[in-house]
């Protein structure tokens, strides 16, 4: 049993990641047949830097995950503190309204976001109405629950004899947050936004539809050349984001494993374990 989930585990990673190593292979290759390594070069990442076109496109995509993550960072802890003081069935109810954006298909909340952005527009008599602002507002909406949902369990486990201890010494409330809560949540706080940046910064189906002629991003702008013979420096572009994504997860997970441990420690220095 034990070597058949080995095996198992093993192919899925295989089927997950055989179709990246392609395009990284293809990324150095100076063929541009897929099934065919000419040679190994290094001028299709030149050219990628070289074209402004994708430079500019992937300068908006960062520039949208920036604010979208720190804005989504900042009202998502401060959501997560206001469910976590909450009690019974509002609790509840409340959580399961956050998990709703992620359980919820991504073309229906880009279509119900481009309904309502529509709508907001002919109140306000505004033509245009989709850019740059509607593709913020939809980033920020469905990275909150992922915020949420890391810092909540952070709020859970943390003892909460420690802020009244900080008020007790004298801390304001605010002292108390800053110097005992955030330091405590702050693990969470740190997935809960590298998770939304990762969300944000390879988003399409609801880029798509809220986004505008004025402001567009690299993987909307990605889906037009899928209609047509990609370049080979397009591979090398998606090559620098498999492995900016990869970098980014690695270091969320090493961050919840270190702070997994220091607690570890501490529940065994607590019970003299």
């Known amino acids: 049993m034990r070597h058949t989930t080995r095996i198992i585990t093993i192919l899925v990673f295989v089927f997950l990641y055989i179709p990246m190593i392609i395009l990284a292979v293809a990324s150095f290759s100076t063929g541009k047949?897929?099934?065919?390594?000419?040679?190994f070069t290094l001028n299709q990442y030149k050219?990628?830097?070289?074209?402004?076109?994708?430079?500019?496109?992937l300068t908006?995509?960062?520039?949208?995950?920036?604010?979208?993550t720190l804005s989504a960072t900042v009202l998502g802890t401060v959501a997560s503190l206001g469910i976590y003081k909450s009690k019974g069935r509002l609790r509840s109810a409340i959580m399961t309204l956050t998990n709703i954006?992620?359980?919820?298909?991504?073309?229906?909340?880009?279509?119900?976001?481009?309904?309502?952005?529509?709508?907001?527009?002919?109140?306000?008599?505004?033509?245009?109405?989709?850019?740059?602002?509607?593709?913020?507002?939809?980033?920020?909406?469905f990275n909150l629950p992922y915020v949420i949902l890391n810092v909540m369990p952070k709020l859970s486990q943390m003892d909460p004899d420690?802020?009244?201890?900080?008020?007790?010494?004298?801390?304001?409330?605010?002292?108390?947050?800053?110097?005992?809560?955030?330091?405590?949540?702050?693990?969470?706080?740190?997935s809960g936004a590298l998770m939304a940046f990762t969300m944000s910064l390879d988003d399409f189906v609801i880029s798509y539809f809220v986004t505008g002629s004025g402001f567009v991003t690299l993987?909307?702008?990605i889906y037009s050349y899928t209609k047509k013979p990609i370049h080979p420096k397009v591979y090398a572009l998606f090559t620098l984001i498999f492995l900016a994504m990869l970098i980014l997860m690695v270091t969320m997970n090493l961050l919840q494993a270190?702070?997994?441990?220091?607690?570890?420690?501490?529940?065994?220095?607590?019970f003299g374990k």
């Open 219 to 221: 993987p909307v702008e």
């Open 258 to 270: 270190k702070d997994n441990s220091r607690r570890r420690k501490l529940m065994g220095r607590r």
């Open 33 to 39: 047949d897929l099934a065919v390594f000419g040679g």
């Open 101 to 141: 954006p992620m359980t919820n298909p991504e073309i229906v909340t880009g279509v119900s976001l481009a309904l309502l952005f529509a709508f907001v527009g002919i109140l306000l008599r505004i033509n245009a109405v989709l850019g740059f602002w509607t593709l913020l507002i939809a980033h920020i909406t």
């Open 162 to 190: 420690l802020t009244e201890a900080a008020l007790d010494l004298g801390c304001t409330p605010v002292q108390a947050f800053f110097k005992v809560v955030l330091h405590e949540i702050m693990p969470g706080i740190i």
């Open 47 to 57: 050219e990628l830097f070289r074209d402004d076109a994708l430079v500019s496109l």
């Open 60 to 68: 908006n995509s960062l520039i949208i995950a920036v604010l979208s």
